[in-house]
């Protein structure tokens, strides 16, 4: 089965730094495309940031210049990086994978910028 579990989230000042982490489990990882999402309490989820299976990067313009998402194949984890952190980035964040033309999700990871 697939399995994608997140973990790195926290209580952070603005201004802080925090690095998620989320491991996958189940499919073929280095051949992946995998994303972050987050959702903030009352609005829906929206994509932060992206990498496909040759390491190439895309991220929404609101977190552009503080987020960078990376992987590592051999430790099979997806990582994101965030820097410069606003009380807007407050939010639950999520891993996801496409797979077998399914939508995988993990249980997310809590960021509160405060």
């Known amino acids: 089965d697939v399995q994608l579990v997140e973990s790195g989230g926290g209580l952070v000042q603005p201004g802080g730094s925090l690095r998620l982490s989320c491991v996958g489990f189940?499919?073929?990882?280095?051949?992946?495309?995998m994303r972050w999402v987050r959702q903030a309490p009352g609005k829906g989820r929206g994509g932060v940031a992206a990498?496909?299976?040759?390491?190439?990067?895309s991220y929404a313009d609101s977190v552009k210049g503080r987020f960078t998402i990376s992987r590592d194949n051999a430790k099979k984890t997806l990582y994101l990086q965030l820097n410069s952190l606003k009380t807007e980035d407050t939010a639950t964040y999520y891993c996801?994978?496409?797979?077998?033309?399914?939508?995988?999700w993990g249980l997310g990871t809590q960021v509160t910028v405060s």
């Open positions: 996801g994978v496409v797979y077998n033309g399914f939508n995988y």
């Open positions: 189940g499919f073929t990882f280095t051949s992946a495309a």
């Open positions: 990498i496909d299976s040759d390491g190439v990067t």
